[in-house]
């Protein structure tokens, strides 16, 4: 049988049970993995990840159950499981329904490339190399203290009682390098460097390589600065470690259910800088995180967060967009099939401004720019404080030189 042969199984079998609603998810993926440590290859190896689950409601009763078997014995026993667990549980007052959609989902552009699908242990070691070899040829006081290649392709299929019925392949590919530098005896902060992708033809180990070479010797001789008080620029990763998290936590609807977002209660209001415009896109093409459907089957979309500093709307799984009377907005996920759907954002997309980063640095009397933000960020409040572990200080418009580890 294949996935999705599987899944509709399932759900038969749940309906056979006496279940009022069920729905099912399986997933299959294969990953080939490279590890290095101090430069040299570590280990190699290549997985098999698969399994099913089922969601069943009686009498708003909610079972759950899963196997990493794919048999139809295993399937059946999953499902009885499943009911059992439902039968023994407390009624949810809360439930609606599992989701219902006459939308057909579109797979967004990008997500699937064959070329990932054949690469073996080999081939993802060659690449590994070619990015250990560019760090040495990029800069010899530059070492790879650790890093991974990840080759990864998956399939999902999901069904449920209300007519959903979906299967995609995706695949993708990361890798990332942790490289120091040496001179004169004296060592650099690690610096860490990193690219995904879901297309091959977009990955460049050398870049890989060069970049995390000269982060690193950029790196080398910090020094400290008296305590002041002064504007912060951060790169990609800490922004999206301290702003990022925060937004999304803010407009997840569990949150705002949970009276745990800053935000609850504030759709149409200004909660944020006025030149913030940020969406959530779950059909990016090449997007990490794009697909045609959610982990419910619910079709992605592309949801208004921010704009203009104003509050558009909450991120929605199908329980919460129930409970809020509203609609889905194809954000439930699940870490695998082992657990649960909750509600997550898919691509993030904070839309640029109209300032170059050079531009920004020179119109900075005193700050710092931060590429890593090691800390705690809380989400409820918006509060934040960490160490800047590969900063750089700026005066007078100018970056001067690495800082060491500064409290933020």
Same mark, same amino acid.
């Given at each position: ?20 609603? !069920? ?8 990953? =080939? ?31 759950? !159950? ?68 560019? =760090? ?54 690690? =610096? ?20 995390? !070479? ?21 790169? $990609?990763?800490?922004?999206? !470690? ?13 949150? =705002? ?49 921010? $704009? ?101």
């Amino acid at each position: 049988m294949s996935l999705q042969d599987r899944v509709e199984y399932a759900v038969r079998k749940c309906e056979k049970l006496g279940a009022s609603e !069920a729905e099912a998810y399986a997933q299959k993926q294969r990953v =080939v993995e490279i590890v290095l440590e101090r430069g040299e290859i570590q280990s190699e190896r290549t997985k098999i990840h698969e399994g099913i689950s089922v969601r069943l409601v009686k009498d708003k009763k909610l079972g759950f !159950a899963y196997t990493s078997t794919l048999s139809e014995k295993e399937i059946e026993k999953a499902c009885e499981a499943a009911f059992a667990l439902a039968r023994a549980s407390a009624p949810n007052p809360d439930w609606i329904s599992l989701p219902k959609t006459a939308e057909t989902p579109t797979s967004p552009e990008g997500i699937f490339d064959p070329r990932i699908v054949e690469l073996q242990g080999t081939d993802v070691l060659n690449l590994a190399i070619q990015a250990a070899e560019a =760090v040495k040829e990029k800069d010899k006081r530059a070492a790879i203290d650790d890093g991974k290649f990840t080759a990864a392709t998956g399939e999902t299929a999901i069904a449920n009682t209300h007519g959903i019925g979906c299967v995609e392949k995706a695949t993708v590919f990361s890798c990332y390098l942790v490289c120091i530098a040496k001179e004169m005896g004296k060592a650099s902060s690690m =610096v860490f460097e990193y690219e995904i992708t879901r297309s091959l033809g977009k990955l460049s180990p050398t870049q890989l390589g060069e970049k995390a !070479a000269e982060k690193a010797v950029a790196s080398l001789n910090p020094k400290s600065v008296p305590s002041f008080t002064g504007k912060v620029l951060l790169d $990609t990763d800490p922004a999206a !470690a301290v702003l990022a998290y925060t937004i999304t936590n803010s407009v997840n609807a569990e949150n =705002v259910q949970r009276k745990r977002s800053l935000w609850a209660e504030k759709i149409g209001e200004e909660v944020a800088s006025p030149v913030l415009n940020i969406v959530d896109d779950g059909l990016l093409p090449f997007g990490v995180y794009s697909s045609a459907f959610d982990d419910e089957g619910v079709p992605r979309r592309k949801t208004e967060i921010l $704009t203009k500093g104003v509050l558009k709307g909450f991120l929605h799984n199908s329980f919460t967009a129930n409970k809020a009377n509203t609609a889905s907005t194809g954000n439930a996920y699940r870490q695998d099939y082992t657990t649960l759907p909750t509600v997550l954002s898919s691509n993030m997309i904070i839309q640029p401004g109209d300032k170059t980063l050079e531009q920004m640095i020179s119109e900075i009397d005193k700050g710092i720019i931060v590429c890593r933000f090691s800390g705690n960020v809380r989400p409820e409040s918006g509060e934040f404080s960490g160490i800047a572990k590969q900063a750089s200080f700026i005066e007078n418009g100018e970056v001067k030189h690495a800082l060491k580890e500064t409290m933020i």
